[in-house]
């Protein structure tokens, strides 16, 4: 089966500590994004990736790194410096990073960090 | 399960009606707007999407209508049913590498 897949469905950290988030797709996709979603907002952009090796920040990159080492990975981090990391957290990828096309999405991570 | 929308505006049909969802979208230099369905605790999934030369655009059970004088997009669903129970999101996109989201629309079908 062709799809997006991101591991754990949910994840527990300490305060101060950094936490990775898995997100690989096997639909030979060049662009994936990663997006946070919090109750009663929409989904907004963290980080982008239309080729491998190359990726830009969204609307609220602060506080989370990436990386695309791999055209079917695109792990984000969540540091310690993001002050509000409790969320939950969508990873998508499309045929072309144009913006023109549909985003497939992951079935998500739910963070909790306390 | 999750809640993606504690405060999200609401919609309740009865099983069998018709639903329509709306969905004011923020530019109108926009040309490129997609419908996503998301259940509670899962990642959005596709539905429909439609370009700026077309006005109406049909699916399985659901039609998008785009009006671009008013900047207006809606999501038609024929004959509701339980498992159309969702949060429903409008995203665009104006020649840029990203889709905006709006904050979407729950559903709730009863019976």
């Known amino acids: 089966d062709g799809g997006i897949t991101q591991s754990p469905k949910y994840l527990f950290r300490k305060e101060g500590q950094n936490v990775t988030l898995s997100c690989e797709q096997n639909l030979n996709h060049d662009a994936m994004y990663w997006y946070r979603q919090d109750p009663g907002q929409g989904l907004r952009l963290i980080y982008y990736?239309?080729?491998?090796?190359?990726?830009q920040k969204g609307d609220i990159a602060e506080g989370y790194s990436v990386s695309r080492e791999k055209k079917e990975s695109f792990p984000l981090t969540v540091t310690s410096a993001q002050k509000n990391p409790t969320a939950f957290y969508l990873c998508?990828?499309?045929?072309?990073?144009?913006?023109?096309?549909?985003?497939?999405f992951g079935p998500g991570t739910r963070l909790t960090v306390t | 399960g999750e809640s993606v929308g504690l405060h999200l505006p609401t919609l309740s049909v009865q099983e069998g009606d018709n639903s329509i969802i709306n969905c004011a979208y923020s530019n109108s230099a926009s040309d490129y707007f997609i419908w996503y369905k998301q259940e509670s605790g899962k990642g959005p999934q596709f539905i429909i999407d439609?370009?700026?030369?077309?006005d109406k655009r049909q699916g399985q059970r659901v039609t998008v209508l785009l009006n671009k004088t008013v900047k207006h997009l809606s999501l038609q669903i024929a004959a509701t049913q339980p498992g159309d129970s969702a949060v429903y999101f409008c995203?665009?996109?104006?020649?840029?590498?990203?889709?905006?989201f709006g904050t979407g629309t729950r559903l709730q079908v009863f019976p």
């Open positions: 998508a990828s499309s045929i072309t990073g144009t913006g023109a096309y549909e985003q497939y």
């Open positions: 439609i370009r700026s030369n077309m």
């Open positions: 995203a665009e996109n104006w020649n840029t590498d990203k889709l905006i």
């Open positions: 990736s239309q080729i491998v090796n190359d990726f």
